[in-house]
Nanobody, 120 residues
Framework: QVQLMEFGGGLVQPGGSLKLSCAASGSIVSINTMGWYRQGPGKAREFVAGINSGGESTIHADSVKGRFTISIDNAKNTVYLQMNSMRPEDTAVYYC?????????????WGQGTQVTVSS
């Protein structure tokens, strides 16, 4: 079984910074991609950023481009989301997502979510 565990959510003031991390553990054969989604109050879940296992290829949603940066540490099976210049509209539950090949094959996995609140 594979699990994703997120860390780093909390309350931050507008213009501030926060860093999320998500560690994958369990029966992992290989990690294909990892990424972040978010779901704001009354909104649908939306893509934030994604990265391949080698870290060479990244993609960021237009709404966070230039402010958020995704990165990965392969040795730790951990993906990070550095969030700078944060805005109230960044308030959401942030979910880690990964496509991982385990002993039962390739599957999508989700973390439990971590709350991020941007408010003064």
């Amino acid at each position: 079984q594979v699990q994703l565990m997120e860390f780093g959510g909390g309350l931050v003031q507008p213009g501030g910074s926060l860093k999320l991390s998500c560690a994958a553990s369990g029966s992992i054969v290989s990690i294909n991609t990892m990424g972040w989604y978010r779901q704001g109050p009354g909104k649908a879940r939306e893509f934030v950023a994604g990265i391949n296992s080698g870290g060479e290829s990244t993609i960021h949603a237009d709404s966070v481009k230039g402010r958020f940066t995704i990165s990965i540490d392969n040795a730790k099976n951990t993906v990070y989301l550095q969030m700078n210049s944060m805005r109230p509209e960044d308030t959401a539950v942030y979910y880690c997502h990964a496509i991982i090949t385990g002993i039962s094959g390739q599957r999508n996995y989700w973390g439990q979510g971590t709350q991020v609140t941007v408010s003064s």
